[in-house]
T-cell receptor
Framework: SAVISQKPSRDICQRGTSLTIQCQVDSQVTMMFWYRQQPGQSLTLIATANQGSEATYESGFVIDKFPISRPNLTFSTLTVSNMSPEDSSIYLC???????????FGPGTRLTVL | GENVEQHPSTLSVQEGDSAVIKCTYSDSASNYFPWYKQELGKRPQLIIDIRSNVGEKKDQRIAVTLNKTAKHFSLHITETQPEDSAVYFCAAFFTGTASKLTFGTGTRLQVML
């Protein structure tokens, strides 16, 4: 497996502002992903963070709202832009261990938008 | 795209009894099926997985079975304990133009003393 950390662990933000969430892994991984988990719901993939190129977004998620960076093989950021209360959720990053399809999750960031 | 259905949404069992959670998937090309356990306020944790070239896999009290023809897979927990209480998610790895995991809707398992 891998040791994955996320910062911040939680935040309370005002509507209209933006928050950047960081994900750090202790080893180089090819694939990193960002998920959203709304209260009591399942995990929904936002995008795949590609190292050296633009992220690949799932249907319903756009780069202007959720810009993603992946500057190297151990780090990624997700920004939630122009937030509204509907963005209140848990945001999780995950990593895929090299070519195994197996994903491990970070501890998550609990975001509340007022 | 891939669709994963999961049943039941909630499950209560007596301590020591068995629990079974079932999932079906839509894409016959899916070839990897992990199960995650998520305790309240915690991250999803991988507990067992199975690949399409295997019909069953066991790890102590948990087992997973896969029926490729019917496109369904199941999680079996035997001799349930209170610490098994959590939400369980199945997932299927979709090998389309953009490979990704698609998750089921989750099963809240409560083990009663």
């Amino acid at each position: 497996s891998a040791v994955i950390s996320q910062k911040p662990s939680r935040d309370i933000c005002q509507r209209g502002t933006s928050l950047t969430i960081q994900c750090q892994v202790d080893s180089q991984v090819t694939m990193m992903f960002w998920y959203r988990q709304q209260p009591g719901q399942s995990l929904t993939l936002i995008a795949t963070a590609n190292q050296g190129s633009e992220a690949t977004y799932e249907s319903g998620f756009v780069i202007d709202k959720f810009p993603i960076s992946r500057p190297n093989l151990t780090f990624s950021t997700l920004t939630v832009s122009n937030m509204s209360p509907e963005d209140s959720s848990i945001y999780l990053c995950s990593v895929e261990i090299q070519h195994t399809d197996t994903q491990y999750f970070g501890p998550g960031t609990r975001l509340t938008v007022l | 795209g891939e669709n994963v259905e999961q049943h039941p949404s909630t499950l209560s069992v007596q301590e020591g009894d068995s629990a079974v959670i079932k999932c079906t998937y839509s894409d016959s090309a899916s070839n990897y099926f992990p199960w995650y356990k998520q305790e309240l306020g915690k991250r999803p944790q991988l507990i067992i997985d199975i690949r399409s070239n295997v019909g069953e896999k066991k790890d102590q009290r948990i087992a997973v079975t896969l029926n490729k023809t019917a496109k369904h897979f199941s999680l079996h927990i035997t001799e349930t304990q209170p610490e098994d209480s959590a939400v369980y998610f199945c997932a299927a790895f979709f090998t389309g133009t953009a490979s990704k995991l698609t998750f089921g809707t989750g099963t809240r398992l409560q083990v009663m003393l």
